[in-house]
């Protein structure tokens, strides 16, 4: 069996920076990789030469994209869409971002999707009302209503305006018991058979977008596109082989209190090398370029 081809999917909307060209080199050196791109040119340049430079292929045109926003997911099936078209065909699809780097060399892993038995590498949690805080809070979002706010006081004694919401019954929307709602990061693999099931779907013209669109409307709540509805699909297909328990990326939300993991950084080496972690994130300029020039020299280019 020859070595797969890869196609790696990616949104920016900010000039390349050391840690993305540094990602876009790795990527190039991968032999029969792709590197599929939507920018948000409404945001910033993207520079010709390095698109030429690194041979990328690019959503032409582009879109108006927010974080946290519906406008994700279609720009995100478009890179999809032009991967999945490319000749020679592409056995895999891997979604990184310009934060992310690499942390095993090309043949661990070309080796590592050559061998496998599974179709999806994805994070999947039912969004539910009990359970993990970010689907129960997708819940809330998802199947029921704002209404009006009441001045409370809470236990602790400080003043509140409640959020008093009506339910609505998930079997009355699109994610109903024939296509239950599933959340996980962004960062996923999929193999062709599973890339082809999520282009069939056709997801921006589902009424499942539509809803979840609508729903995210309301400014005091939001159920991340980008992490439920392509989730959604795969899970909910029971064609394909899904491994959900384990995503193979290295990402550290200790400490953090906002919707951004940690920086890496040098004392982090020793974790993402004992790790089974193909990428890892986030990384930036700052504070990450010795740690990035460490898993090149001991790790990639070993």
Same mark, same amino acid.
């Given at each position: 069996?020859?070595?797969?081809?890869?196609?790696?999917?990616?949104?920016?909307?900010?000039?390349?920076?050391?840690?993305?060209?540094?990602?876009?080199?790795?990527?190039?050196?991968?032999?029969?990789?792709?590197?599929?791109?939507?920018?948000?040119?409404?945001?910033?340049?993207?520079?010709?030469?390095?698109?030429?430079?690194?041979?990328?292929?690019?959503?032409?045109?582009?879109?108006?994209?927010?974080?946290?926003?519906?406008?994700?997911?279609?720009?995100?099936?478009?890179?999809?869409?032009?991967?999945?078209?490319?000749?020679?065909?592409?056995?895999?699809?891997?979604?990184?971002?310009?934060?992310?780097?690499?942390?095993?060399?090309?043949?661990?892993?070309?080796?590592?999707?050559?061998?496998?038995?599974?179709?999806?590498?994805?994070?999947?949690?039912?969004?539910?009302?009990?359970?993990?805080?970010?689907?129960?809070?997708?819940?809330?979002?998802?199947?029921?209503?704002?209404?009006?706010?009441? *001045?409370?006081?809470?236990?602790?004694?400080?003043?509140?305006?409640?959020?008093?919401?009506?339910?609505?019954?998930?079997?009355?929307? *699109?994610?109903?018991?024939?296509?239950?709602?599933?959340?996980?990061?962004?960062?996923?693999?999929?193999?062709?058979?599973?890339?082809?099931?999520?282009?069939?779907?056709?997801? *921006?013209?589902? *009424?499942?977008?539509?809803?979840?669109?609508?729903?995210?409307?309301?400014?005091?709540?939001?159920?991340?596109?980008?992490?439920?509805?392509?989730?959604?699909?795969?899970?909910?297909?029971?064609?394909?082989?899904?491994?959900?328990?384990? +995503?193979?990326?290295?990402?550290?939300?200790?400490?953090?209190?906002?919707?951004?993991?940690?920086?890496?950084?040098?004392?982090?080496?020793?974790?993402?090398?004992?790790?089974?972690?193909? +990428?890892?994130?986030?990384?930036?300029?700052?504070?990450?370029?010795?740690?990035?020039?460490?898993?090149?020299?001991?790790?990639?280019?070993?």
């Amino acid at each position: 069996m020859s070595s797969p081809k890869i196609g790696f999917a990616i949104l920016s909307h900010r000039p390349p920076k050391q840690v993305f060209t540094k990602l876009l080199q790795y990527l190039k050196n991968l032999p029969g990789a792709v590197i599929g791109l939507h920018h948000d040119y409404s945001q910033s340049d993207f520079p010709q030469a390095i698109i030429n430079e690194f041979d990328i292929k690019v959503v032409n045109p582009s879109m108006n994209t927010k974080w946290g926003h519906i406008s994700k997911v279609p720009a995100t099936l478009e890179v999809f869409k032009l991967l999945y078209e490319q000749q020679p065909e592409l056995d895999w699809f891997v979604t990184v971002s310009p934060n992310c780097y690499a942390v095993k060399s090309h043949q661990y892993l070309l080796d590592f999707l050559k061998n496998t038995q599974y179709d999806v590498f994805m994070e999947l949690m039912a969004i539910a009302p009990q359970g993990h805080q970010a689907p129960v809070s997708h819940y809330t979002t998802l199947f029921s209503k704002h209404q009006f706010y009441l *001045p409370f006081i809470s236990r602790k004694g400080k003043f509140y305006m409640r959020d008093i919401r009506k339910a609505i019954d998930p079997e009355t929307t *699109p994610f109903n018991s024939k296509l239950k709602p599933f959340t996980g990061s962004d960062w996923f693999i999929l193999n062709r058979k599973a890339m082809k099931a999520i282009l069939d779907a056709d997801i *921006p013209n589902h *009424p499942a977008f539509h809803y979840l669109a609508e729903a995210n409307l309301d400014k005091k709540r939001n159920a991340s596109p980008i992490e439920i509805l392509v989730q959604t699909f795969i899970a909910n297909n029971k064609e394909l082989k899904i491994k959900s328990d384990n +995503f193979y990326r290295y990402i550290d939300w200790e400490g953090t209190t906002e919707w951004h993991p940690r920086t890496l950084v040098m004392t982090d080496y020793e974790r993402i090398k004992n790790s089974d972690a193909l +990428f890892a994130r986030k990384f930036n300029d700052e504070e990450s370029l010795p740690l990035i020039a460490k898993i090149d020299s001991e790790i990639i280019n070993k």
